[in-house]
């Protein structure tokens, strides 16, 4: 990736945005059989991941096309912000403009270009957590489980962060973005809506500390078009509402039915005779505190399994689809990347394609100049200064990303 005399030839140049006549010519995005061979087997690596994705939900039939059995993964382009209804991204894949995904394929492109790393945040409350599954179980680290093997084999480091707080919102961790959630976030999920659904102020400080707070400037995953949406069309932010992939899960009508559908589909969608079947704890969850063996006794009692299995924390299934409808959205902005590339002139990419300085440059001064939004409702209660200046904190409180480098212990 690099020339063999620089630890990292990309450091010269701010957010590695090396200009095309400057590339070394050892450097193998610079060797066309190389480039064709990463691409076409980048290409074959996405395409089997969405296929194995598909599979594991039944979509696997020979009979259809590839784009009718990935319906419940769609995401609809929409070309107003206004067209979006409700808090809730759909049944399918969510919405987006085609502006707003353009951006996310900038940024992979741009990571696997440089060979940087991919960062992927949630800042939420206990049921984005995961509270009631194991901590792997959590949608977060469903996605991770996905994509890291793939973005290694590109070249990319993914980091993917769960610093989701139960019996919180996210106001607390906002108010010093850059330290608590991280200063180099390419896609950032906000998760809060039992918490914080209804306050916009505390969304749009969210995702204003976000824009402006970091090194990067992330896409926005979320909830609440109309926080989002603003912020797209006043400051060029991308966004995505995202969608749950429930529409293509089958309905269970009986228990010996149930076992006819995949496992990974099972139980979450019920018909009201067949109800109990999706809400029984041991169909939703699955994990316990300890396994017995014969040559360990633990000091103490263990409980069954782990606590906060309630109805309002979805199971494992569900965070598994949620996962996977993240997990599909980037391998469709991956293979739409890895194709652009492709077909471009002798395969060299444009800079403007790839290069992210200007595009956050950009997005960061409108919100830093900006004087309206639901964020400046705060006034008379918190300063202002939080919807356009990037702030510092420290804190013990947990989780926080880099913990021993904002400790204020």
Sequence with gaps: LYPSNEKDFFTKYPNRDIPNDQWPKEAWQQQKDSVNKFLENGLKLVNRAMEAILAEYGHD???????ERMEMFEVEFVDSVSKMKGNDGGDKGGFTTRRSFDGLIRRLLHAVMTGDTFTAVLGGHSAAAGHGNYFKQ???????????????????????????????????????????????????????????????????????QALIAGKKVPIMFGAQPNVMGSLHENMDADFLFY??????????????????????????KCTSEALELCNMVEN???????????????????NDHMGSQVKWHPGFRFHRLQGRVFSFIVLQAL????????????????????????????IRN???????????????????????????????FTPRANPEENDLL
């Excluded at 039939?61 to 784009?67: C, L, T, V």
């Excluded at 749950?244 to 269970?252: A, D, L, R, Y």
């Excluded at 964020?375 to 200046?389: I, K």
Aim: hydrophobic letters at 30%; charged letters at 25%.
């Design 61 to 67: 039939q020979a009979d259809k096309s590839f784009q």
């Design 138 to 208: 959590s949608y977060m680290m469903q996605f991770h489980e996905v994509m890291k093997p793939i973005f290694e084999r590109l070249g990319v480091k993914l980091v993917t962060r769960n610093l989701a707080q139960g019996g919180l919102g996210t106001i607390q961790s906002a108010l010093a973005s850059g330290p608590i959630y991280g200063d180099e976030i390419d896609l950032l999920v906000w998760d809060s809506g039992m918490t914080e659904g209804r306050d916009t102020k505390a969304i749009d400080l969210f995702w204003r």
């Design 243 to 268: 969608g749950t992939g429930m529409s293509g899960i089958p309905t269970v009508e009986s228990e010996s039915q149930a076992q006819t559908i995949p496992f990974a589909a099972r139980y979450m």
């Design 284 to 302: 939703r969850f699955r994990g316990v505190c300890w396994i017995d063996r014969s040559d360990v006794k633990p000091p103490v009692s263990q």
């Design 335 to 362: 293979q739409e990347a890895l194709t652009k590339w492709s077909e471009a002139d002798g395969q060299k990419l444009k800079d403007d394609d790839w290069h992210v300085t200007d595009y956050y440059d950009n």
């Design 366 to 396: 409108k919100v830093k100049s900006s004087k309206e939004g639901p964020c400046y409702e705060y006034e008379g209660q918190l300063s202002t200064r939080f919807c356009n200046t990037p702030m510092k904190g420290a804190t013990s």
